[in-house]
């Protein structure tokens, strides 16, 4: 057994590679994509699901637990694991993100982050270290240090006096969470690297994080409403200054086709609401292109939602009874469009590691440019 | 094989019985309750669900189905076996009910019923013919005669009137689709006993339907508003009027406690929303009792909603869970909630089918009259 943490490249294509990451919960095979389960359940789909799709490691948000059911209550029930039943590993984020989305009354101090719930109004305060507190008590197998994610349109002062409370956060929640205890403990924690839409501030926001020794690295403050092409000159930029040796995590991000850029560059993980939301709202991926269920064209349409996928709704039902459900506002319609999408998803991140393997991933990036150009 | 329509009675303990039915799409061991799937879906459950849980024929509303996604296209589609992927027997209501209990401005003639569909306001005539020509569309395995189902409190002239329209559509249904169709087609038909709350009018509709020699008869109009009292009195005096060799449907019925004692007095079938609609609320049958799973009694619960149950809910996740998916009302507490319900409806069923054969069915129902006296 490797030690927790331990992240080893098996193969690489260009910038791209195909990695182990060892975690107390088992290995996740990079790249990978994780599904989004937000209060500890990935939404309309069951762990049997999730294990029959080939999930490996799910994300679930730090600050919707924390308000509930509370990560105390998590930690009596064996950790996030043990209270949804899910074996496989767990990425928390920090909660930094959802405060700045959706509480109200935010006040940020150089101490932490202050907000009321969403849920009642009730006053909260996140610290570098109450935040790594609550995710060992969800005992998720990947933390997040509390970051500050800046709007896509600061500017250079505001970024950079951002980054420089980001990295003092940082090195409190290592503090709190020293690299010595990651054995013991099994625990991994990953810096973010901010630093908006400005290379010089990325490369000193990750110079910075790169000193404090973290398991792990993401990149945090894309895809927050900047274009692609500047989200993709700054991951670019941004990637390769992240040590070769430890995982590289693009936080939030996205569609198939800028997972599969992302890859590109270098990054070994992903996480995105996207094809679970899409699910619920009838957009479904497949390998001939996105397949907006509620249309009249697929009303007499007996052909499965995609011919070359294997997943359960797949294998049972046509485009015609799906987009029945989905007219009727069925709840099976949730669960069956978000398996599929799920597997869609997992589907590219293991094609790409295969590509990765074979050495023609260059090939594998020009199919998914051409099929999302049209 | 046997002819579809055969009903064996396997065993029998008073007027409790154990049978078999044969249908074009299986076997059905009775007595049974079957799941509603009213636009084609269980909701939250999807037909691998229901194999595990045990369910052996389920329901469709016809009603539903002819407005959306329309008869004629399931037709297409494999009627409505193919179109669901349900492999297993089907049952469809005429439609009535929801005629009168959904649809705006019916019009009640001699030849059918004009009314107002609740989706979208267009006019629609549903007669006798009508209604067998989409259940035969969908390829029931089990179709119901047009009947009009009086209110609780209608009065003796008004219940007489309406049994005898039913009586005289349920003529008209029979001369669409005959009994020397039966095995050529395989869809059976059932007749409906209506005369509200009056013995006299109920001994009258049973009479006039056995001559019209149905597959099985089912007993209407019961279970809508009446007191349990009443609902009880008038099936006890009803279903002994019917042919000890067919099968006896109640229909809409019930509680756990009322299946039990519609049993005892000689039913053989039984739908019920209650089931999957409670699931939604919250209210979860066990062993021991109603569970409402909102509690707050339930929040530090590891123990699994039912220890004696041994459905995929019950196996894998908590009390402490399930509460906290239905507080942030996740889409996946809808379907853990209707799994472990109907689990639950089938194992009343099926415990009574063995209680049956044993000779042991007094005391199955007094341990439910116990446990729902509390």
Same mark, same amino acid.
């Given at each position: 057994m490797q030690h927790v943490g331990t992240f080893t490249v098996k193969a690489a294509d260009g910038a791209a590679r195909a990695g182990e990451l060892y975690t107390a919960h088992g290995v996740v095979h990079t790249p990978i994509f994780m599904p989004v389960g937000?209060? +500890? *359940? #990935?939404? =309309? #789909?069951?762990p049997d699901d999730l294990e029959a799709i080939g999930a490996e490691i799910i994300l679930g948000n730090t600050y919707h637990l924390y308000l509930r059911p509370g990560d105390e209550l998590v930690a009596r029930h064996g950790g996030l694991h043990g209270f949804s039943s899910w074996p496989k590993p767990i990425l928390t984020d920090s909660g930094g993100f959802q405060v700045f989305? /959706?509480? *109200?009354l935010r006040t940020l101090k150089e101490e932490g982050v202050t907000f009321r719930s969403h849920l009642d109004g009730s006053k909260h305060l996140f610290t570098p270290e109450k935040v790594v507190s609550i995710q060992r008590n969800l005992n998720s197998d990947i933390m997040m240090c509390l970051d500050e994610c800046p709007p896509h349109d600061a500017d250079h002062a505001y970024a950079a006096r951002s980054l420089g409370l980001t990295s003092r956060w940082a090195a409190r929640c290592r503090e709190a969470?020293? =690299?010595?205890m990651v054995q013991e403990k099994g625990n991994l924690l990953f810096g973010i690297v901010q630093g908006g839409m400005f290379k010089d501030l990325r490369s000193e926001s990750a110079a910075q994080l790169i000193d404090m020794n973290f398991e792990g690295y993401a990149i945090g403050g894309? *895809? #927050? +409403? %900047?274009?692609k092409e500047m989200m993709f000159d700054i991951l670019a930029h941004t =990637? !390769?200054?992240? !040590? =070769? %040796?430890k995982p590289r995590y693009l936080m939030g991000v996205g569609t198939p086709l800028d997972i599969v850029r992302g890859i590109s560059l270098g990054i070994d993980m992903f996480d995105c609401v996207l094809p679970t939301r899409n699910a619920r709202n009838g957009t479904l991926y497949t390998s001939l292109g996105k397949v907006n269920?509620?249309?009249? %064209?697929?009303?007499?349409?007996? *052909?499965? /939602?995609? !011919?070359a996928c294997s997943c359960y709704t797949c294998r049972t039902f046509s485009r015609a009874y799906l987009r029945h459900l989905y007219h009727a506002q069925e709840l099976l319609a949730f669960r069956l469009n978000s398996i599929h999408n799920l597997t869609y998803f997992l589907g590219v991140v293991r094609g790409a590691r295969s590509a990765i393997a074979e050495g023609r991933f260059a090939d594998y990036l020009r199919h998914f440019e051409a099929l999302y150009d049209k």
């Open positions: 937000t209060v +500890g *359940s #990935v939404k =309309a #789909v069951a989305s /959706l509480s *109200s969470y020293p =690299a010595s894309l *895809s #927050v +409403g %900047e274009s =990637a !390769p200054l992240l !040590p =070769a %040796e269920i509620k249309r009249q %064209e697929y009303a007499e349409d007996d *052909s499965p /939602l995609d !011919p």
